[in-house]
């Protein structure tokens, strides 16, 4: 089946460090892949997406590119904020073929990030 | 502010009671996904609604149910309520397509904390 398995928290680094988040996932056919951050107290967000191979999705000094061959979706920040401090999650959407209507949005377990000053 | 509101925030119930969580989606958005986020869970797919019609299902539980209206608004009932259901239940919607492709991405709301005591 589908799945999205990303590597487990808490990270913690210092500002300006560079920070990289593994996700990797199972999937059949082409997925979409995304990245959602959560801060304290709030629903999720996209932060960035990707559609097909190859594709890089970046926001906000965040970047994660599409592997096809390695099934990977890894986020990385060049120099991390105190304010990017959250709880991270990687997803796919196992649509029902991409004309379809019917999506199944699976997501990791998410990584929780915090930021020393 | 996403646009998608969920009622009510809070909610503290006994075992063996029944709830029902409501979201509004945000205008023009035509699908309606539940999810429950648990602390040893993570984000658990529940449910798919596009403009009324369920459209995919992830582990929902049979005491659980539910139901898109015609204005698109929906309903997530539990029932029988254990305490193992203590979650933060998000709803989140789509437009579904752009340009006549899956998108997959969601707008969530801030969640509904439900306490089964």
């Known amino acids: 089946g589908n799945s999205v398995t990303q590597m487990e928290g808490p990270v913690t680094l210092s500002e300006e460090a560079f920070l990289t988040i593994n996700c990797t996932y199972t999937a059949t056919g082409y997925p979409s892949l995304f990245w959602y951050v959560q801060y304290p107290g709030e629903g999720l967000q996209l932060l960035l997406k990707?559609?097909?191979?190859?594709d890089k999705g970046s926001n906000k000094g965040f970047e994660a590119t599409y592997r096809k061959e390695t099934t990977s979706f890894h986020l990385e920040k060049g120099s991390v904020q105190v304010s990017d401090s959250a709880v991270y999650f990687c997803a796919l959407n196992a649509a029902q073929g991409v004309y379809s209507s019917a999506s199944k949005i699976i997501f990791g377990s998410g990584t929780r990030l915090s930021i020393r000053p | 502010d996403s646009g998608v509101t969920q009622t009510p925030k809070h909610l503290i119930t006994a075992t063996g009671q029944r709830v029902t969580l409501r979201c509004s989606p945000r205008?023009?958005?035509?699908?309606v996904y539940w999810y429950q986020q648990s602390l040893d869970q993570g984000l658990q797919f529940l449910i798919q609604y596009y403009n009324g019609e369920e459209r995919a299902k992830g582990n929902i539980l049979e005491r659980f149910s539910a139901q898109q209206f015609p204005d698109l608004h929906s309903e997530l009932n539990l029932s029988s309520l254990e305490l193992g259901d203590s979650a933060l239940y998000f709803c989140?919607?789509?437009?579904?397509?752009?340009?006549?492709?899956?998108?997959?991405?969601?707008?969530f709301g801030e969640g509904s904390r439900l306490t089964v005591l």
């Open positions: 989140a919607s789509s437009v579904a397509y752009v340009s006549g492709l899956n998108t997959g991405e969601l707008f």
């Open positions: 205008s023009g958005d035509l699908s």
């Open positions: 990707a559609t097909k191979a190859d």
